[in-house]
């Protein structure tokens, strides 16, 4: 069974520095796809960057980038620039190649982050 | 355009009580997923429905259930309540089961079981 591990319970930044969340995970697949979610106080699920296991190109989205090590089973997400809006609860989120009932994403635990002033 | 809208969004049940849970995917969409998210954890899949008909189940007792309607929206419903049924509840829609699709999150229920 595919599990994902974050390791860091709880992170903080300064306002404008750089943090790197961890992620690593377990499968014997070799494709999937992999996820970064922010979860605001607001509760609701807002997919951060999206990683396809047979890309090796690590993906971005403006501030938001992954290092992805697919040997290693790791996924860390780095935040440039970091702004206040960025304080949340981040979950690594792992699926498998196949659709259907195997279409549903495996969370992590999650790693809260406070940016501050 | 709309996103995933789930109702009520908070709601407090007695032990034993039975639960309905609503949500109406983004339009378009056609699976729907349900996930239990338990304070200081991360959401677990509970189900999944595409064109009405259950695709996946997660690790959950039988008192869980859900459907899927003709317009794509889906009900959970849970009976006989335990105070561990206690989380939030998030609704998820993606246009088809295929593996890779993003899967957009509604705002979540949350459920107080006392």
């Known amino acids: 069974a595919q599990t994902v591990t974050q390791s860091q319970p709880e992170m903080s930044v300064q306002e404008a520095e750089t943090v790197t969340l961890s992620c690593t995970y377990d499968?014997?697949?070799?494709?999937?796809?992999l996820f970064w979610y922010k979860q605001p106080p607001s509760r609701q699920m807002i997919l951060v960057i999206r990683?396809?296991?047979?890309?090796?190109q690590n993906a971005t989205e403006n501030r938001f980038s992954v290092n992805f090590q697919k040997a290693a089973k790791s996924f860390s997400l780095k935040i440039s620039d970091s702004q206040l809006g960025d304080t949340a609860m981040y979950f690594c989120a792992f699926m498998g190649p196949y659709g259907g009932s195997q279409g549903n994403l495996i969370f992590g635990k999650g790693t809260k982050l406070s940016v501050k002033p | 355009d709309a996103g995933v809208t789930q109702s009520p969004t908070h709601l407090i049940k007695t032990r034993g009580q039975h639960v309905t849970l609503r949500c109406s995917p983004i339009s378009g969409h056609k699976s729907v997923s349900w996930y239990q998210q338990v304070l200081g954890q991360g959401p677990q899949f509970i189900f999944q429905?595409?064109?009405?008909?259950?695709?996946g189940r997660g690790n959950f007792p039988d008192r869980f259930s859900a459907r899927q309607f003709p317009n794509y929206s889906s009900e959970l419903n849970v009976n006989a309540l335990l105070l561990g049924d206690s989380a939030l509840y998030l609704c998820?829609?993606?246009?088809?089961?295929?593996?890779?699709?993003?899967?957009?999150f509604g705002e979540g229920s949350w459920l107080t079981v006392v």
């Open positions: 499968t014997s697949e070799s494709n999937y796809y």
């Open positions: 429905y595409y064109e009405k008909e259950e695709r």
């Open positions: 990683q396809e296991a047979y890309k090796q």
């Open positions: 998820a829609s993606s246009l088809t089961i295929q593996s890779g699709n993003t899967i957009y």
